[in-house]
């Protein structure tokens, strides 16, 4: 017999649509800016957008954070600006 806790299903609906949030010293250990960089690039839409979860306390969405990262990397990749970087050379003209 299978326990209660194995019986379960993956929760249907909005539960599983649940996005996982990231404090903004998560978002600092992985952009290596200041919170003011950053709060200036949300205040000019350049930043995924900040939510006030608790008084004193904001979280980002960790897949906005990622999406944000890519289109930097691809951007820099595409203009030829990410000098070593093994794609970089895709983008220059031969």
């Known amino acids: 017999m299978k326990s209660a806790q194995m019986q379960r299903a993956e929760p249907a609906g909005p539960a599983a649509q649940v996005r996982q949030m990231i404090s903004i010293k998560d978002v600092m250990k992985r952009i290596p800016v200041s919170r003011a960089t950053i709060e200036r690039k949300v205040k000019d839409g350049t930043f995924p957008e900040m939510y006030s979860i608790a008084p004193m306390r904001v979280g980002f969405f960790l897949d906005e954070v990622l999406a944000w990262q890519k289109a930097l990397i691809e951007k820099a990749i595409t203009n ?15």
């Open 80 to 94: 030829g600006t990410i000098k070593g970087h093994p794609e970089a050379t895709l983008a220059l003209p031969c």
